[in-house]
């Protein structure tokens, strides 16, 4: 039998993982949930039902893992432990601070009901953080460093579109070149926010704003900007149509350490990620995921996990054994 | 208490796990077992027993884990499964088309006795091969590559040393930039071992040998050679002294798939070493998992495990708390 996977929420994470379940052969989308009206969502998938976020309880035997694609701001911190009460679920929560605490939570829901949880699944957090976990455990004497882009920010390109006389913007972080070759090289050089990371802003404005304003405005924002070399571009509303509504992403983790009596022999760890479509991406490492999660629950193994919780024997549909032949 | 290593040969790799250990907090060096006359054996670290292979069971209960450091042609099908009986232990063996065999020998061996066995730990197989297997799970619509070097491959140096003429040789295994480069792209090109990494030889002749029919011979190997370009380059005992006797290695693993509902979003994954030095680095994955070895058998989690099998979790000195506040 299928692992029969429910979608809460169907913007683009949700769509993703849509498509994501259609690469397997062990899973199939059972439901999709939506706080919307339901006949006003167009599947890309034959003869799945479109349900009422309302009546997503009368669901709760005909679902094995219900994967959460709200936002991290408001909607996961309330609805993963509501949902962990009733379902095996699984999250992208990306708000690193507040981990802890949403951790705790969906934990306390989980246990209680025999239910399995992953929270923060993604890139970053994600793959970004086995790599962490996997290269300082491995060289305990080193320095890790962690680059995104070139890619949007949404938390940025919404500052920006805050801004009285902006009628849309797009924000991209783009990695600084001679800082990535810098850690390549091994030099372990101290780097301050603005040696890192270039922000790049294309803004249309509304008619009569005034473009100076509007530019000193974004590269003095504190906290968003002021740290950074910032350039802002103005550009019509076609050009922005055009050439600023892809969702691509990707970054960069490295750890440069180095071994020996003496530390004198030195090694660097690069993993990096080009992705075309970032919800896309993160989706799939969901899906990866969500298979983590049944297997778990069906040996018993309730509470919230992370990826740091999982062996990699977990996430594949191979056997143990062909992973043994194929991939060690 | 602290984990009590012990090593079983102290050669590149032995020295290696010698320095690795002391890199961390919670572990220590028990014992050094050895082959040859203990007396020889001149440790780094003060206060270590060096200790004859041939009383190596009477450590049976002062050892946590020990270290397998022999090779994977003769020593570690053997030492593995034998060792394994009494100990938990952990190896790097290195033959992939081996290690399902391996693999049932050392399982039968300490799951019977109840111990925690650990084989084909380092970076290839070890870190490479867990990059393969969250990448292909991640990414199921995609295309696997790994790519070797610059670095010192033993068994083809080997090679050459075994020709008439030729006094020392090392190989160098050498990725080819255009094949890194269409990887990258997302070309997802199909690729000949020749496209794919060159050989580049230095060889110190023997006095009255003849440079022609050495080359001739090398370039001509099958297996080794034949299907690769190769360049030989004749030097002196002295060049080769200085510049040739450096353990440096690294390689690439990509995957490059594409997701969406016609595969129109293309991502690339690619991690990739850069080591001073290889014996050091291998050891240093090989003492992270040695702690896992240890809290796995702790929990009764007993016979053969592979790096699919581990938790990144069990791995880190950290608590699973500090890891989720600081690395996920």
């Not at 070139?150 to 009285?164: C, F, L, M, W």
């Amino acid at each position: 039998m299928k692992i029969r996977i429910g979608i809460v929420g169907y913007g683009n994470l949700g769509r993703g993982v849509e498509c994501a379940v259609r690469e397997t052969s062990d899973m199939e989308l059972a439901a999709v949930f939506t706080r919307r009206d339901p006949s006003s969502l167009k599947l890309k998938t034959e003869n799945v039902p479109v349900v009422s976020v309302n009546d997503i309880l009368e669901w709760k035997d005909k679902i094995d893992v219900l994967v959460l694609c709200g936002g991290s701001a408001t909607d996961l911190p309330e609805q993963t432990p509501a949902y962990a009460k009733h379902f095996n679920v699984i999250d992208s929560f990306d708000t690193h601070a507040r981990i802890p605490e949403h951790f705790a939570a969906v934990n306390a829901a989980a246990k209680e009901n025999g239910h399995t949880a992953m929270i923060s699944v993604g890139w970053d957090p994600g793959l970004f953080s086995l790599i962490r976990a996997y290269s300082s455990a491995v060289l305990p004497n080193g320095k890790d460093y962690t680059f995104w882009g070139k890619g949007v920010s949404q938390g940025h390109s919404d500052a920006i579109r805050r801004i009285e006389g902006v009628a849309n913007a797009k924000q991209y972080t783009i990695p600084v070149d001679a800082a990535l070759e810098a850690v390549r090289s091994g030099k372990n050089p101290e780097l301050t926010t603005r040696q890192k990371h270039i922000r790049e802003c294309f803004v249309v404005l509304k008619e009569g704003a005034d473009p100076d304003k509007v530019e000193k405005e974004i590269v003095e924002m504190p906290n968003y900007f002021a740290d950074y070399d910032t350039t802002v571009h103005f550009i019509s509303k076609e050009e922005f149509a055009a050439n600023h509504s892809g969702l691509a992403h990707g970054g960069f983790v490295f750890r440069s350490g180095a071994t020996g009596l003496d530390h004198e022999h030195k090694h660097v760890i690069e993993f990096s990620l080009k992705l075309d479509s970032n919800p896309e991406f993160t989706s799939s490492v969901i899906i990866a995921y969500a298979r983590a999660v049944k297997r778990l629950n069906d040996k018993g193994d309730t509470g919230c996990k992370t990826v740091f919780d999982i062996p990699p024997v977990l996430l594949s549909e191979l056997s143990p054994e062909e992973m043994r032949s194929h991939l060690l």
